[in-house]
């Protein structure tokens, strides 16, 4: 099971940092990821790191302002969202991978969190 926690509301400019705690197993050999929907918009791929945090990566439209981490010794995720923008406004959902490596597409991630709500205001 994933729960993801942290959302809230922020003016444009303000930070916010997500966090995913993982239990069941879903987390050591997994890498994680986050996700965002907007209203009316399909859920969209944010940033994702590899089991063992080797590797990052995160959409053009965040790079720069939001770094997602781990922390295998606690199974917990991160995403530090600097900066935010108003079009940053979604429920942000933590996933794990089906596998270790560097994944995107929502069909790659097996288990998902339940979505905190960040709003962004101008």
């Known amino acids: 099971q994933l729960q993801a926690s942290g959302g809230g509301s922020v003016q444009a400019g303000g930070s916010l940092r997500l966090s995913c705690a993982a239990s069941?197993?879903?987390?050591?050999?997994?890498?994680m990821g986050w996700f965002r929907q907007a209203p009316g918009k399909a859920r969209e791929f944010v940033a994702v790191?590899?089991?063992?945090?080797?590797?990052?990566y995160a959409v053009d439209s965040v790079k720069g302002r939001f770094t997602i981490s781990r922390d295998n010794t606690k199974n917990t995720v991160a995403l530090q969202m600097n900066s935010l923008k108003p079009e940053d406004t979604a429920v942000y959902y933590c996933?794990?991978?089906?596998?270790?490596?560097?994944?995107?597409?929502?069909?790659?991630?097996?288990?998902w969190g339940q979505g905190t709500l960040v709003t962004v205001s101008s």
């Open positions: 069941g197993g879903f987390f050591d050999n997994h890498a």
């Open positions: 790191i590899t089991w063992n945090g080797g590797m990052t």
């Open positions: 996933a794990a991978a089906r596998g270790p490596y560097y994944q995107t597409r929502p069909d790659s991630f097996v288990s």
